[in-house]
């Protein structure tokens, strides 16, 4: 067990609609990152957040957005869903800001899988 | 543009021998390199990591080796046991610069192990 959290585990929803994916991290992270793993695809990096505040943008959606909340537990809302969107979104934590610079560790949750029909 | 590539999504190897899992990069900058380890249903888990100044990091049964010439990093499981069954996901990361800073992952190579 990482100690990250992730709700729901799984969700199916339609075309065009929204959804909303709850990360809690470790206790003690003040980083938060987003990933997307398609089919057959790696760990695509979305966005990361420090302490609240943005802190660096990957491969994200214009149609994605996210925050991050006093308590440190972070939201990524997904709108206009498409079929493509269906993937495993996975929520990371890390202790300071430095994302992967000088290797520091990132703690993965089990994932939201997210199916849109 | 894969920056960090895996080229075998899957290796078979019997229990007790060697299994070496490969990693290439094409992105000079980076200067830190990671192996997680996923299993079905789970979020990956970090597994071992290795900086560019070093060649070599060893952490029981798995050695990680970094050829910083030949952008290439393999990792190496010796002895293979069953439990090691799971997706390794190879990842990269730069000090220098924006979201090049985060993890870059590869696509991942599923490892069986044998009994």
């Known amino acids: 067990d990482s100690g990250v959290t992730q709700t729901p585990k799984h969700l199916i929803t339609a075309t065009g609609q929204r959804v909303t994916l709850r990360c809690s991290p470790r206790?003690?992270?003040?980083?938060v990152y987003w990933y997307q793993q398609s089919l057959d695809q790696g760990l695509q990096f979305l966005i990361q957040?420090?302490?609240?505040?943005?802190?660096a943008k990957g491969n994200i959606l214009e149609r994605f957005s996210a925050q991050q909340f006093p308590d440190l537990h972070s939201e990524l809302n997904l709108s206009s869903l498409e079929l493509g969107d269906s993937a495993l979104y996975f929520c990371?934590?890390?202790?300071?800001?430095?994302?992967?610079?000088?290797?520091?560790?990132?703690?993965f949750g089990p994932g939201t899988r997210l199916l849109v029909l | 543009d894969q920056q960090v590539k895996q080229n075998s999504p899957s290796l078979s190897v019997q229990e007790g021998r060697i299994s070496i899992l490969n990693c290439d990069y094409t992105?000079?900058?980076?200067?830190?390199f990671l192996w997680y380890k996923k299993y079905p249903a789970e979020g990956p888990t970090f597994l071992i990591s290795?900086?560019?100044?070093?060649d070599k990091n060893e952490d029981g049964r798995f050695t990680v080796f970094l050829n910083k010439s030949a952008k290439h990093l393999s990792l190496h499981i010796v002895p293979s046991q069953p439990g090691d069954s799971a997706v390794y996901f190879c990842?990269?990361?730069?000090?220098?610069?924006?979201?090049?800073?985060?993890?870059?992952f590869g696509k991942g190579t599923k490892l069986s192990v044998k009994p």
């Open positions: 290795i900086s560019s100044i070093k």
């Open positions: 990842a990269a990361s730069s000090r220098y610069g924006g979201s090049q800073g985060n993890l870059i």
């Open positions: 206790s003690g992270d003040l980083s």
């Open positions: 957040y420090y302490n609240g505040e943005e802190r």
């Open positions: 990371a934590s890390s202790p300071s800001f430095s994302g992967g610079r000088l290797g520091e560790t990132q703690y």
């Open positions: 992105n000079s900058m980076f200067d830190y």
